[in-house]
């Protein structure tokens, strides 16, 4: 967005520049149109004096021509400097459309980029929210096997009680079986 916001700017400052430049041009002509009009009050001015100066008349028509040639020469570089005044303004035109549809497709392509991150974003999510379950799952796990082996060794050693009990009963059947049969051989 900074971008585009930067190229607008710079297409302002250039369009402020080109209305000056053509601000300027129309004051170049207004001054152009008031030399034409002096020029052509002092051509009545001469002419109305033609008669009483005659001996004059020839070195005012040679410096009324050397006005004329010098309004002919202002107007023609004015109308040159209009015409490179437009073109120039034609051209930042076209460039700042340019610039307008290059920044229109960097924004879609910011955009387009930006929903392939927040979809990579969601995925990478998604994985996290697989992995952290897996996780707890093996967690739990661990300790199921962790309180099954407990249990395991728990039975083993009642199984073993079981078994040494059993051993003591029937050593202690044998015992009163060989008690009475003895006191039975005695009596």
């Not at 004051?27 to 109305?48: F, H, P, R, Y």
């Not at 120039?88 to 290059?102: C, G, L, N, P, R």
């Not at 796990?141 to 728990?154: F, T």
Request: proline share 1%; hydrophobic share 35%.
């Amino acid at each position: 967005m900074n971008e585009i916001q930067r190229l607008k700017q710079q297409l302002d400052m250039v369009l402020k520049s080109e209305t000056s430049r053509v601000e300027d041009f129309e004051g170049e002509q207004t001054e152009l149109v008031a030399l034409k009009e002096d020029m052509e009050t002092t051509l009545s001015t001469v002419e109305n004096l033609k008669p009483p100066f005659e001996v004059e008349s020839v070195a005012s028509q040679s410096e009324l021509e050397q006005l004329r040639a010098a309004l002919e020469a202002t107007e023609a570089k004015l109308q040159e400097e209009h015409i490179q005044t437009t073109m120039k303004i034609q051209s930042t035109f076209e460039m700042a459309e340019h610039v307008k549809v290059d920044a229109g497709l960097r924004e879609l392509e910011l955009e387009s980029t930006l929903q392939k991150t927040k979809a990579e974003v969601l995925e990478l999510k998604a994985h996290l929210s697989i992995a952290t379950e897996l996780l707890g799952i093996s967690q739990i796990n661990k300790e199921l096997k962790d309180e099954m082996d407990e249990a395991k060794a728990s039975q083993f050693e009642s199984e073993m009680r079981l078994i040494k009990a059993t051993t003591d009963v029937t050593e202690l059947k044998a015992n009163i079986l060989d008690k009475e049969s003895t006191s039975a051989t005695k009596a």
